[in-house]
């Protein structure tokens, strides 16, 4: 079963965001398709539709067994759904597939090195105990859903019934019932799950936001820069994990938070997004910051980004910071 | 007024912790040095645009005034360290990075470049602290999995509740959810505190203060060999055993009916025990892990 899960998680997100941008780029002939664009909004779409399934589940008090199949049961019908489009798509207009790189060819030697160091960082994920990261009780949480059968039925760290209350604004958030659901459907211990597999996702998926972001900073064909760029991100993430605020801590050791999610893959998806002017992504990734961070009224960091970049491209002719010695020239 | 002086605070010490930990951002700020200097555009519009965000957003969080008003934004709940999520500072180094090397490659430089990269990146990242915490916490899980599976053979046909020292409570319940605690992390973990409005009575919150100290001193203990200090015989210290009733008391009174004490147990804390269960008409029964007495109350 851990074998299936391991290919869901691979693919599944990736026919959503293939079936996704064939709608939305279903008049703009020359958007080139991009795997790594595909497979980031699949996961953002899995993440909106695990946060209905959790809000039906939390609500309307229904167990955890009958939330995980309405979310597995639309799930495949959205996936199925996708796989027709896309594949209606690629037959229509062929010329939008990946094509190879023009400028630049990596070298075998930088190869090497990058997949030796993201190897390593996985193997590192995926053999270690996860420490207890301060403030966050998702694994607590998994185990409380799992040994009630209901979501939020007693509180995650004591295992009894909540006399005062949550904050709803803690209880809305998703994640712990997508790991609950995968842990209960596939029948992999729930450690193993939310402290080793899905931070390896997590790991694979932050790597293809910087991927995509690269795209952005340099360009589609230069496939040499953009990989200089890539193995710079795998050296910095492996560095920095002195702190539970640092990238490389989200990345090594806690990457099933929602903090970590949101800081790896969210955070270069929207920088991307609001870069390139695509808003719609943007707005999508502020979405699911929502459903899986402790917000204020769902305004996160994505917003920052977001509004930020969006001030610069309107303020961009009057500001002159970089570039001003050619631009006088 | 005094809210608005603890995030001002928060802001300033802060920013000394921040830069502590993540040495990188000194890196940040060379590169938007050298992206402005550079006489060359090397910097394509968008990446100008990453580099103008976050000199902004950099500017914004150095500033205490700025800073305080980004920390109310990202709510109580994070301290200021975070509020560096608003700035890309993977995505800016690694840029930064890929445009010094691919200049070097120009000059003909281009492994020196790499190299003299990645050196400067790992000087300036952690220097292996973590590994240590790795073991510690292998440590702890291996302890509350030789408690469980005292537990589990003796039967799950009760529900239980356990009252043990917090290395074993905060990993009890990440590896079985039936389990139940008489308090839980956020007896000493303020953050997790913020996921529900419980409060714990004065009586459970010196218990556990009475059995950290008692667990500690016997950790040191244990590792300087003395006999002379171990659990059983710190137990007999006047000091630390006035209230030890009133502490079990009030851990039963909350419902524990697991009680997990490091090392062996003196014998007027098992006839404390024995006889508070008798007093609930409970009977007792106990047995041994690798670094703790279980008593089994039922």
């Known amino acids: ?329 | 007024m005094s809210r608005m002086i603890l995030y001002m605070e928060g802001a300033v010490q802060g920013l000394g912790r921040f830069l502590e930990a993540d040495k990188p951002v000194v890196l940040v700020f060379a590169l938007l040095l050298a992206g402005w200097l550079w006489e060359k555009k090397p910097v394509g519009k968008k990446g100008r645009q990453m580099f103008q965000y976050t000199l902004v957003m950099s500017l914004l969080l150095l500033c205490p005034i700025t800073a305080m008003v980004v920390m109310i934004y990202q709510t109580a709940y994070y301290d200021y360290e975070w509020a560096w999520s608003m700035v890309p500072l993977t995505a800016v180094i690694a840029y930064g990075a890929a445009l010094l090397i691919e200049r070097w490659e120009q000059q003909g430089k281009r492994l020196l470049g790499i190299l003299g990269v990645a050196a400067v990146l790992c000087l300036c990242g952690n220097q292996g602290t973590v590994l240590t915490v790795e073991s510690q916490e292998a440590e702890a899980w291996e302890d509350a999995s030789e408690v469980l599976q005292e537990l589990y053979d003796f039967g799950m046909g009760k529900q239980r509740i356990l009252w043990a020292p917090k290395n074993i409570m905060e990993q009890v319940r990440r590896k079985d959810g039936k389990i139940l605690l008489i308090y839980g992390r956020d007896m000493w973990d303020t953050k997790a505190g913020a996921y529900d409005y419980e409060v714990y009575s004065e009586a459970l919150t010196n218990a556990y203060i009475w059995l950290e100290v008692m667990t500690e001193q016997a950790q040191v203990a244990s590792i300087m060999a003395d006999p002379g200090l171990s659990f059983a015989a710190l137990c007999e210290e006047e000091d630390l055993n006035r209230d030890r009733e009133n502490h079990l008391r009030a851990v039963l009174k909350a419902g524990a009916n697991v009680l997990v004490l490091p090392g062996l147990v003196a014998e007027h804390i098992e006839e404390s025990i024995l006889k508070l269960a008798a007093e609930q008409q409970l009977s007792v029964q106990n047995t041994y892990t690798e670094e703790y007495t279980v008593y089994l109350l039922e």
Not at chain 1, 6 to 29: D, H
Not at chain 1, 49 to 66: D, E, F, N, P, Y
Not at chain 1, 290 to 315: N, P, Q
Request: charged share 15%; net charge positive.
């Open chain 1, 1 to 329: 079963m851990i074998i299936i899960l391991w290919i869901l998680l691979a693919v599944l997100p990736g026919i959503l965001g293939a079936g996704v941008l064939t709608i939305v780029y279903r008049r703009k002939n020359k958007c080139p398709f991009s795997f790594a664009d595909s497979y980031l909004l699949g996961c953002v779409a899995c993440i909106g539709m695990t946060q209905i399934a959790h809000m039906a589940g939390l609500l309307g008090g229904v167990s955890l067994w009958k939330t995980g199949l309405f979310l597995a049961a639309w799930l495949f019908a959205a996936t199925m759904l996708c796989v027709v489009i896309s594949a209606y798509g690629y037959f229509k207009d062929k010329s939008r597939y990946p094509h190879r790189g023009v400028e630049g060819k990596v070298t075998p030697t930088l190869l090497v090195v990058f997949l030796v160091l993201v190897g390593a960082q996985a193997l590192f994920i995926y053999c270690m105990k996860a420490p207890i990261t301060l403030g966050d009780i998702t694994l607590e949480t998994v185990q409380s859903f799992l040994a009630e059968d209901g979501i939020y039925k007693v509180l995650p760290l004591t295992g009894v019934a909540s006399e005062q209350g949550m904050p709803m604004r803690y209880a809305i958030l998703c994640l712990p019932t997508l790991y609950a659901v995968l842990s209960q459907g596939f029948g992999i211990e729930p450690e193993l799950l939310v402290c080793h597999i899905i931070p390896v996702v997590v790991l694979a998926a932050a790597y293809l936001a910087y991927y995509r972001l690269s795209e952005t900073l340099f360009g589609r064909e230069k496939q040499k820069k953009r990989f200089l760029f890539l193995l710079m991100v795998a050296l910095v993430l492996t560095v920095s994990d002195a702190a539970v605020f640092m990238d490389g801590y989200n990345a090594l050791h806690s990457g099933y938070t929602g903090v970590a999610v949101r800081n790896l893959v969210l955070v270069p998806y929207t920088l991307c997004a609001a870069l390139e002017g695509r808003w719609w992504k943007a707005v999508l990734c502020i979405l699911a910051e929502a459903c899986i961070v402790w917000t204020f009224l769902g305004c996160g960091v994505c917003v920052v980004i977001t509004l930020g970049i969006l001030i610069l491209k309107i303020l961009g002719k009057h500001l002159r910071i970089f570039g001003k010695r050619e631009e006088q020239a």
